[in-house]
């Protein structure tokens, strides 16, 4: 049975709004989760406003099992995705014991634990929280929303405690062929026409093209089914070679 | 008189939400219409379905003065962009004339302008096209909507196409200090203050660490008015010297 689980990501920062930060953690995030049987199948990008976070985490939360948030929970003003994420969910937010203890322990004593740093303990009525390996303010998990650091280090690491909190299902499987010499327009026709014979199977063609002339096409198949994958596959190398190409099968 | 102009994008495609691609056309598209006053305010990424797209094209095209739209307008079947574009506005689709002499003159000649090709013809009634110098096939424009390629390259070559037709407003300056040996916990407050104190202008702080062990703080103020920007940067001087550190001015 195919069961699919899907996520979508919500990355909260001016920053990246400005082009000041380019993102990674989109990436990062689909990745990790894909081979646990999570599919990412939206994400969204807003500013450091309250109102702005608080719509689209209800928006996301209410359309996919998971939901990802990445940024804004800082100890400076413009760290504002705690609260947003408590107005989203209609609960109170206050310092946390569990939170505070992290903090004190990390930053060695009241007298450094000014307060600033304890709006990082601050954590919405119901929450768990996530551990950070790397700097320690954790961040949370409300029903189905992890919150998270926006640096990618820090929140590569909240990850480790966040994996084994998801129920997936099917995992999403994927095979590239690397067809130098070939162009999307003489694939077209034959590549959709494998996507309608084998069911349950996606296919995307990507061109790609090196500084010293060469190119070519990346076909990816995407399937929760390894067999139908495996069909799919050899249609498309019958395909690419009929064309005139050597395909090359590339891991994932 | 300051005058905001907003914009979104939409980014289109599998590969972004597998982690197969790495986007780089957000930042892209948020630094090249920054300085025409033109102030990217959201962003969304959606998977290659033509009701996803639609949704999400509406949704932002009524928010923001201006939406650019990213990837699904080659020429496979998984290119669904310009049909969910004509589907969002309500009008039709048909190969048009101006298009498809342009493929013409590109592949050289009818018979190689396949069934597939002359799906890059195809243009939603009432868009203006958007000039193609990387690779010939053409974006288009219809209303507040700017549809371009997902290709980094021919996306950036489309940009060209766009600038002249957006009419922008005060333009979003910004102003980086770097401040080595900082931590945001300790600069939180006074940072706060600043911004409460001057009006108009937006500040943000990244921490930032090497590998080597090195760390600081990026502070980021921004504003549509170069006097008060001056102020926040000479008052944030001013925290940052308090703080023992030495403060950096960097470009924008």
């Known amino acids: 049975m195919i069961r699919t689980v899907t996520a979508a990501a919500l990355l909260i920062g001016d920053e990246l709004l400005s082009g000041r930060t380019q993102d990674t953690n989109l990436k990062t995030i689909a990745t990790f989760i894909a081979p646990l049987g999570v599919q990412l199948q939206e994400a969204r990008v807003v500013s450091d406003q309250p109102e702005a976070i608080a719509a689209a985490v209800n928006a996301l939360r209410a359309a996919h099992d998971y939901v990802f948030t990445t940024g804004g929970i800082g100890p400076t003003h ?109 694939l077209a026709a034959g590549f959709a026409a494998i996507e309608e014979r084998v069911p349950g199977v996606s296919l995307g063609s990507y061109p790609w093209f090196s500084p010293g002339g060469d190119f070519g096409v990346h076909l990816v198949a995407r399937s929760q089914s390894p067999a139908l994958l495996n069909e799919a596959a050899i249609a498309m190398e019958a395909l690419a070679r009929d064309l005139g190409a050597t395909p090359e099968r590339l891991g994932a």
Do not use: W
């Not at 709006?119 to 189905?144: E, Y």
């Open 78 to 186: 413009d760290d504002k995705t705690a609260d947003a994420i408590a107005m989203a969910f209609g609960v109170s937010i206050n310092v946390r014991e569990d939170a505070k203890a992290i903090l004190l322990a990390h930053y060695g004593g009241e007298d450094k634990l000014n307060e600033a740093r304890l709006r990082m303990a601050r954590i919405p009525d119901g929450a768990s929280l996530i551990a950070n390996p790397v700097s320690k303010a954790p961040g949370f998990q409300i029903g189905n929303v992890f919150v998270m650091a926006g640096v990618p280090s820090i929140m590569r690491g909240m990850l480790e405690d966040v994996g084994p909190r998801l129920r997936g299902g099917s995992v999403m499987q994927s095979l590239t062929l690397r067809c130098r010499g070939l162009r999307e327009g003489d």
